[in-house]
């Protein structure tokens, strides 16, 4: 026992990764320079969690993709991205995730008309990473490819080939709706990661990681994962990765059943045998072959959910026209955790889904020959039967969020985390101002942004604070307020809204300071926003308020 001594704490971060390691399949292809091992997967854990990575602070690659979800992103559902012409409420409306707001990295947001300071959506849902690892070609559309991983700032080739996780997890971080700003670079992502504490943000964090993770900084872990100090680009890159190759799920009812290690109900049996006969097809991960391979080689097709001149899909990264509406066949494991479903999110459902093959499809402009003789093939019981083995494909482990597929608190998930409440008083056409306040109130944080918009240009705005807040408002000179107006309470001048494209155009952001006082932990702050307006009340509107706990 006195020799094992000095490597019990190695043991103990190496334990549940071997508890939990996939007994099914064999490993995910892996680049040649970037081996997967413990400590390496649990610093790409800690940045994937880690909100701090994005430009506002708000946003972790985790985020779009809880696991518990199945690797998808549950506010898909309530987040709606306009479409191609910009409108809320007409046809080519989608789901997506939300982002970050509109921001120039220096706590300033920018006000867009289909979203205005508020968090952007993206245009196509999060697909999930569990069993990413796997697959050649990443993105609904494929853009990111197993081919050569180059460093994003040198272009220097770091990996020769199965780097289609590295290739893809460069890119979220500098999107500008994603995680980013326009013109943001890997530069800066590094001086962010060298700059904060590891998982700041974060709560709950699993043992092993607070372990991993506690009283260190991330240049110290890069040299402790690495050998060698530095936090660069590919090394950032490789160890997320490296953590996403061990989010592995193939210990589903189903997957025990073709192990030979379980059996299914009668109805998901059933549904099965009419799965292997028609929709295997195109989800070849229902081929019992993928026993032995896991789920690779799934393809593009155009399933036709929705118009080519929305969203090209594949065809947008090939060029080809031949491509056009072809989008990535989801592997099918714990999908029912996923909805909503496709990457416009417009089945709400599992049922929907089927219904939606059930009628063939929606469009029909280079649709798959696949689909229309899909129609009318799905009757009530086979419907049915379906669903029972779509439920069946759950992996316990995800569902349950149980190694390898623990995880932290997201801020935006924690006690700390930021909470509006209340209604708005209205202005000019009847509508009330919106603030916006997404960002972490952490001490010792030098910006912190908070925003209003919907409001009236040139109007000023002012913003109550107070350190009690109301559950049903009082009104005030026709103000709908939502602060106790406690001794305590204030006001703060932040200036002149800004805006020119017409009624409900204004907006401002105020970037603050936190002292780093720990003795203020916990202590909660109550805003609203108050702005001119000659239609409102006494020549004002408001918003409703918000909470920040300080921590």
Known sequence: MRILAPFLPLVALLLPLAASAQTNWPPPPTPTGNPTTATKALLGKALFWDEQLSSTGTIACGSCHILSHGGADPRSGAAIHPGVDGLYGTADDRHGSPGVPANDGAGTYTWLAAFGAAPQVTPRTAPSVVNAAYLAELFWDGRSNDGVFRDPLTGQVVLNGNAALENLIANPPLDSVEMGHPGRTWADVVSRVQSVAPLALASNLPAPLATFVTGQSYPQLFQQVYGSPGVDAPRVIMAIASYLRTLISDQSPFDRFLAGTGTMPQAAMAGFTFAQAICARCHTDLDVAVLATGPTGLEFRNSGTRAIAEDRGRGGVTGSTADDGKFKVPDLRNVALRGPYFHSGTAATLADVIAFYNRGGDHHVNQDPIVPLLANQFTPQVQSDLLALLGQMTDPRVQNETPPFDRPLLFTEGANANLPFGAGTAGTGGVAPRAVAVE???????????????????????IGWDLAGLQTSQQIAGIDVWL?????????????????????????????????QPALAGLQLFGQWLVGDPAGPNGLAATGAFRLTLF
Not at 492 to 510: I, R
């Open 484 to 516: 106790a107006l406690s001794p305590a309470a204030s006001l703060t001048v932040a200036g002149l809204l800004q805006g020119s494209a017409g009624a409900g155009s204004g907006h401002l952001s105020w970037t603050f300071a936190l002292p780093a």
């Open 440 to 462: 972490a109130p952490r001490l010792g944080s030098t910006t912190v942004t908070i925003a209003v918009d919907r409001a009236q240009p040139n109007g000023l705005a002012l």
